[in-house]
């Protein structure tokens, strides 16, 4: 039995639980910005793995995703506890994750094929329980209120927090491996990892004790996982957003990923590093505050666009900044990631509106199931930006802790800036095929309601 509460799927939410929720995401960032910005870095730098090998392994790990994903999301729609479906899995995986993540930043005293397959093991692992932990957290955002516009404002709180999270994770964590390592970069990464573990564990149930679930099933739904995924497949507007996230988090890793070559062996100011990622972190973070208010005045389908548009026109003219011109490249980079900030409010609260628009359109509700394979979406599209970035570098000829070449120069300056760029533009033009329009969403939602007050 879920715990009572008296608010219905209309509710307006207060700017505690916004805050509360929001929060849970800075905790995520704790790994996820990790992971995005460092984590082919720390393989190819001090782990000691190639770069080919290294991004054939974060492919291949998606593929355990592909099923994780998804069966986390059936298994989450169908717990009953007293606190509801989403909310205990905070509690219960923060711990085993923090374990994870120290043993994925973990270098054995192993060969190169142990190496590879401690790699494999412990990544997978920390995905495993990485979904275990945001495939709820995330169905909660569709169920704690139906209103599109609270919504919104509540996916702002959550990226504003993720994002500035990202801000202080990418400006300290190098430095924090310097501290705790005093030059042994190995024992650096392990201990960072374990702070940050037990930091995320404390977040998530401050997040746990801050929100409620309010919308729940259809009383008689009794469905089978496998009748979920044909639905989502049937769910036009769901797919759309399924292959619009793959692609923007394409952008975002490339961006991410391929910053620490870039200032390394590129501009060869490696010190230029934190302060680049923090800016590109507080613009994105900037970006996701302004969503709710650009909603007021434009379509979400428009707006993202519009935004994606920007994104690639300025990033294909980053790729002709000379290398001793930095403060364009600040600025270019800080106007990239101002259009980038609202996609990820937009799209989240999309998400939502396609769990709604499925409820509408079959009778039956599956929100996690909605959000899981949303949330393979996105790590499916981080994999390949990680993976296309490294074999690329394998491929230009990259060597790791030294002089790159004139190619291989190239080929760092086109990962950070115009590839980007090109896989933006295809986001812009997937997104134009989106065709949930806010007055169908006013109409859905008030025809649930009175199903409910049928029932």
Same mark, same amino acid.
């Given at each position: ?83 509801? @479906?989403?909310?205990?899995? +905070? ?7 923090? !374990? %994870? #993540?120290?043993?994925?930043? *973990? ?78 970069? @190995?024992?650096?990464?392990? +201990? ?7 930091? !995320? %564990? #404390?977040?998530?149930?401050? *997040? ?248």
């Amino acid at each position: 039995m879920q715990e009572s509460n008296n608010n219905g799927r209309m509710t307006k939410l207060s700017i505690r639980e916004k805050l509360g929720y929001g929060l849970g995401d800075f905790g995520f960032n704790l790994y996820w910005t990790t992971i995005a910005s460092f984590l082919a870095a720390f393989y190819t730098d001090v782990f000691g793995i190639s770069a080919a090998a290294a991004g054939t392994m974060l492919l291949v790990t998606k593929i355990v995703d592909a099923f994780t994903d998804p069966a986390m999301g059936a298994i989450a729609d169908r717990t009953n506890t007293r606190f509801g @479906k989403f909310r205990p899995y +905070l509690l219960w995986a923060g711990v085993p994750m923090a !374990a %994870a #993540a120290v043993l994925t930043f *973990t270098t054995p005293d192993l060969n190169d094929w142990g190496k590879l397959l401690w790699a494999y093991a412990t990544y997978t692992m920390m995905m495993l329980l990485y979904t275990v932990l945001s495939t709820p957290y995330s169905a909660l955002s569709g169920v704690m209120t139906a209103v599109s516009q609270e919504r919104t404002s509540l996916i702002s709180v959550r990226f504003l927090f993720a994002f500035s999270c990202g801000a202080l994770v990418n400006k300290y964590t190098l430095p924090l491996v310097e501290i705790f390592g005093g030059g042994n970069d @190995k024992l650096g990464w392990q +201990l960072t990892m374990g702070l940050y573990g037990i930091l !995320a %564990a #404390a977040i998530f149930s401050i *997040t746990f004790l801050s929100t409620r679930e309010r919308i729940s099933p259809p009383p008689a739904q009794k469905t089978h996982p496998l009748e979920d995924i044909k639905d989502l497949l049937q769910n036009k507007p769901w797919l759309i957003l399924f292959i619009l996230a793959m692609v923007i988090m394409l952008t975002i890793t490339m961006r991410g990923g391929s910053a620490y070559y870039y200032f390394t062996y590129y501009v060869e100011r490696p010190d230029l590093l934190p302060n680049y990622l923090f800016a590109q972190q507080v613009a994105y973070a900037l970006g996701a505050i302004c969503a709710p208010l650009l909603t007021r005045f434009i379509d979400k389908t428009k707006l993202l666009m519009i935004l994606m548009g920007s994104v690639g026109v300025l990033s294909i003219l980053f790729y002709f900044v000379p290398k001793d011109m930095i403060w364009a490249m600040f600025t270019l980079n800080i106007l990239i990631s101002l259009a980038l900030g609202p996609k990820s409010p937009l799209t989240w609260s999309m998400y939502a509106d396609t769990a709604d628009y499925n409820e509408w359109k079959t009778g039956k509700r599956a929100t996690a199931m909605t959000f899981s394979a949303a949330t393979f979406s996105q790590k499916l599209g981080g994999a390949l930006g990680s993976a296309g970035m490294l074999w690329v570098l394998a491929a230009i000829g990259y060597a790791a802790n030294q002089a790159q070449s004139g190619a291989s120069q190239v080929g760092i300056a086109l990962l950070q800036t115009a590839i980007p760029g090109v896989f933006a533009i295809i986001a812009m033009v997937v997104v134009s095929f989106y065709s949930l329009s806010g007055k169908q969403l006013e109409n859905i939602q008030q025809e649930l309601k009175e199903r409910e007050q049928e029932s």
